[in-house]
């Protein structure tokens, strides 16, 4: 099972795709965590990633589509996996597919969870990360059990920087000049599903259950 999660930034993409990864066995892979990984480490490519990620733009295309391609190529990859955060562009969906036509491939499902611009903002205000693990929670909605601590790892807790409400209101920008066509683009394609994602995050999931049928 090949999946695709969009939505705008903060509509729960990386909250369900774990769900998703954990029922169905399936990688989550999160281009995000792993732009965020290599900036930790202070690789190249995460201190090129980090000059458009502070700025709330798009890393360039030529920086991501290759670093995926490889990716689901891996063992691991063999039974299915779930794309959190790409592809974000056309020219990124369009790359996609055609590597995985190469390969005799496709994607069966991309999912859009819904969620309108107005409930965006308090959502990431929010939102705390954990820069070890990638897990996510949220101050009110999903709060650790311990506060400002990972339940997963038992590291700090963080407001990401690319998080504060200035940020936010560029990325939200970005995502509808840049992102949004892939709506049309996975509908041509006859494997787009929506979900309202302003739902409970266990009502989203069993909404997600429900479309991969199994
Ligand atoms: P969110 O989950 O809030 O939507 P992500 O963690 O997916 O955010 O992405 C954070 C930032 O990383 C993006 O704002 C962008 O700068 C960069 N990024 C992640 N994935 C991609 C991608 N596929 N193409 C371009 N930039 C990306
Ligand atoms: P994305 O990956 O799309 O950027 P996240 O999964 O990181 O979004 O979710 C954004 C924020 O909203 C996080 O703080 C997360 O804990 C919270 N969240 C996710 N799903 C829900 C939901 N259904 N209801 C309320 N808050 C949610
Ligand atoms: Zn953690």
């Known amino acids: ?37 290599n900036i930790k480490e202070g690789t ?11 700025q709330g733009l798009l890393v360039p295309d030529e920086l991501v589509v290759d670093l995926v391609v490889d990716r689901v190529q891996q063992d691991d990859c063999s039974n299915g996996y779930v794309l959190d955060g790409f592809p974000r562009t056309i020219p990124q969906a369009e790359s996609l597919d ?5 390969l005799g491939d496709k994607i069966d499902y991309a ?20 820069l070890a693990c990638g897990a996510t929670y949220h101050l009110v909605h999903i709060p ?39 709506i049309d683009y996975y509908t041509t394609k006859n494997v787009l599903a929506e979900v309202d994602g302003t739902k409970d995050m266990e009502e989203v999931f069993q909404d997600i259950v429900k479309v991969l049928g199994v």
């Open 44 to 54: 190249e490519l995460g201190k090129k990633a980090k000059t458009y990620m502070d």
């Open 111 to 130: 999912i859009n969870v819904e969620v309108p611009d107005e409930n965006i903002v308090r959502r990431m205000s929010g939102r705390r990360a954990c």
């Open 98 to 102: 055609a590597a995985l036509e190469k």
């Open 144 to 182: 650790p059990k311990k506060e400002g601590i990972c339940d997963n790892c038992g590291k700090e807790l963080v407001l990401r920087d690319d998080d504060k409400p200035e940020t936010v209101t560029k990325r939200l920008n970005v995502y509808h000049e840049q992102t949004q066509p892939l």
């Open 1 to 37: 099972m090949k999946i695709i999660m969009l939505g705008a930034p903060g509509a729960g993409k990386g909250t369900q795709a774990k769900k998703i990864a954990d029922k169905y066995s399936i990688p989550h892979i999160s281009t995000g965590d792993i732009f965020r990984a």
